[in-house]
T-cell receptor, first 108, second 112 residues
Framework: KNEVEQSPQNLTAQEGEFITINCSYS?????LHWLQQHPGGGIVSLFM???GKKKHGRLIATINIQEKHSSLHITASHPRDSAVYIC??????????FGTGTRLTIIP | DTEVTQTPKHLVMGMTNKKSLKCEQH?????MYWYKQKAKKPPELMFV???????INESVPSRFSPECPNSSLLNLHLHALQPEDSALYLC???????????FGSGTRLTVV
């Protein structure tokens, strides 16, 4: 079993819908990261969380340390949000452990 | 400058060639990373440099040789690669353990 599990693996939604991507982890962590990867390959760091909730534009990330769970929400989704969203955890050293990613497709 | 710049963007090399990938950042980040990513898989850590010293080597074959000439530059020297080494090679940097990461756009490597 992977230390970091994401769900769903694939998600297709209509433009404007509210999107939720989930991440569960099984180890103690110092921080959790949400990353976005477009088909071209480059990765953009969206959030780093160690507790609570963060918001940036239409993106909201939450983490529950006790339940070892984090969610990434996208409000008013747009086709340009189509990408792979990756959850990664840091266990106190220099290494990130990655989830397998959620492939999001937003249809106009 | 808030970017990590990787060159080249694409590279095709034969199994007997020697080539290098380059990564540069001017944000004063003290940690720099090389990741390898196969299609539809998450990135896999290869090497970490902290304060220009190699701090993590994830048992990477010796045909991959990292180098950190200064605090802004990270190279990955490639020699005698195999076709299965074809992948996207990503560089990242970070100010430190309690901070986020900045990733480059990657070098897509094809070994023929």
């Amino acid at each position: 079993k992977n230390e970091v599990e994401q769900s769903p693996q694939n998600l297709t939604a209509q433009e404007g819908e509210f999107i939720t991507i989930n991440c569960s982890y099984s180890v103690g962590i110092s921080a959790l990261h949400w990353l976005q990867q477009h088909p071209g390959g480059g990765i953009v760091s969206l959030f780093m969380l160690s507790s609570g909730k963060k918001k940036h534009g239409r993106l909201i990330a939450t983490i529950n340390i006790q339940e070892k769970h984090s969610s990434l929400h996208i409000t008013a989704s747009h086709p340009r949000d189509s990408a792979v969203y990756i959850c990664a955890v840091r266990k106190g050293n220099e290494k990130l452990t990655f989830g397998t990613g959620t492939r999001l497709t937003i249809i106009p | 400058d808030t970017e990590v710049t990787q060159t080249p963007k694409h590279l095709v090399m034969g199994m007997t060639n020697k080539k290098s990938l380059k990564c540069e950042q001017h944000m004063g980040h003290r940690a720099m990373y090389w990741y390898k990513q196969k299609a539809k898989k998450p990135p896999e850590l290869m090497f970490v440099y902290s304060y220009e010293k190699l701090s993590i080597n994830e048992s990477v074959p010796s045909r991959f040789s990292p180098e950190c000439p200064n605090s802004s530059l990270l190279n990955l020297h490639l020699h005698a690669l195999q076709p299965e080494d074809s992948a996207l090679y990503l560089c990242a940097s970070s100010p430190g353990a309690n901070y986020g990461y900045t990733f480059g756009s990657g070098t897509r490597l094809t070994v023929v």
